[in-house]
């Protein structure tokens, strides 16, 4: 890798699900799930994902982790092609350690027959990181108290945890192997407030005495805004916009991006803008509208927009965004 240059390089990404037919002679359809995503993951930074339920965030963070195969597009980390893992088995080893994902369910994630303790040695095991049982458990035990819970929780199986504990054993057992980039999907999406603020500052912490790099996917802006150095926005497979936060609040911000703006709670009367309520749902993504994804609950859409996909491009250094008119701040 080039010094300074990206630690992970996603081009061109797409990712399509065959919808089943239910005749013999329909056309083959699909489900436009990512759709040409590019974007650069520079180490030690937090990139935010956001989106509706349904725009592909965790779809993307599963192909570029080689979960689901890619339709095509590449993902280079560190310099090298690792697009589908396709690389020699021990250095997919090394890559299954190196990058690793917090998924959106932990307790679907975690086998209720198996103790959280051996659970999370079992994986340590098997990649090296401890060269034997009694050094995974004192590394287990160390970590469970690294997140604040107590070394007593290594005998107890996941039925005996809140929804805040697992969440923590699923940073556990992502941190055990050693990574370098975390993928946390809607990691604090299904925690009370108080909570979600514990655990979001448990991630801060555990990033720098971990060096860790961040994708944090979220379709809540108010939570992502917290953690985020950088947030890109998708909408129906596509990305709208890529900035950072303050950035976010220009006028030359993507309209979508403008009504997730607009609906972040603000208890101070100065910052409190004037609410934007998109109307519709998201639209199915196996029909996505030609023109712009977004053009139909846009409020800013104009004729052109139902025909043409419009580019994304840079409005100010570092700030992308896919939308024609916010070229002069229009
Ligand atoms: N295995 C699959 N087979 C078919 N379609 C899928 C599959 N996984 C996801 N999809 C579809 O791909 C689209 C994107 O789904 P995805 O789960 O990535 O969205 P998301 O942004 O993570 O949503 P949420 O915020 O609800 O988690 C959706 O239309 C979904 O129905
Ligand atoms: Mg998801």
Do not use: W
């Not at 192909?63 to 021990?90: C, H, Q």
């Not at 009694?134 to 070394?151: F, M, P, Q």
């Not at 004729?303 to 409005?315: A, G, I, R």
């Amino acid at each position: 890798m080039e010094k300074g240059g990206p630690l992970l390089k996603v081009e061109h990404l797409t990712k399509l699900f065959p919808v089943k037919k239910t005749r013999f002679f329909e056309e083959q359809r699909h489900v436009h799930a990512v759709e040409d995503v590019s974007f650069e993951l520079y180490e030690g930074e937090t990139l935010g994902i956001v989106g509706e339920s349904g725009s592909g965030k965790s779809t993307l963070a599963r192909a570029i982790l080689a979960l689901t195969k890619v339709t095509s597009g590449t993902v280079i980390y560190r310099g090298e092609d690792i697009t589908d893992f396709r690389v020699p088995p021990a250095k997919r080893k090394l890559l299954h350690s190196e990058l690793q994902m917090i998924f959106q369910d932990p307790y679907a994630s975690l086998n209720p027959k198996i103790k959280i303790g051996e659970a999370i040695c079992e994986p340590m095991l098997a990649n090296g990181q401890a060269r034997n049982h009694d050094e995974a458990v004192k590394k287990t035990r160390h970590l469970l108290e690294i997140v604040g819970l107590r070394a007593e929780c290594f005998d107890r199986f996941p039925h005996e945890f809140s929804g805040g504990q697992r969440q923590r054993i699923g940073i556990v057992r992502a941190l055990a192997v050693n990574p370098r980039v975390l993928f946390c999907d809607e990691s604090v999406s299904a925690l009370d407030v108080s909570v979600q603020a514990q655990v979001l500052n448990l991630f801060n912490a555990l990033k720098k005495e971990f060096n860790l790099t961040y994708v944090f996917i979220g379709h809540d802006l108010a939570v992502i805004r917290y953690i985020s150095d950088r947030i890109l926005v998708m909408y129906l497979g596509k990305v709208m916009e890529i900035a950072r936060y303050d950035q976010l609040f220009s006028d030359r911000a993507h309209p979508y991006t403008k009504a997730l703006v607009s609906a972040i709670p603000e208890p101070s009367t100065a910052a409190r803008k004037e609410r934007i309520i998109l109307e519709g749902d998201i639209p199915s993504a196996v029909n996505p509208p030609e023109g712009c994804r977004f053009c139909q609950r846009c409020f800013m859409a104009r004729p052109e927009c139902f025909e043409v996909e419009p580019d994304f491009y840079e409005v100010e250094p570092g700030h992308f965004v896919r939308c024609p008119y916010m070229k002069g701040g229009e």
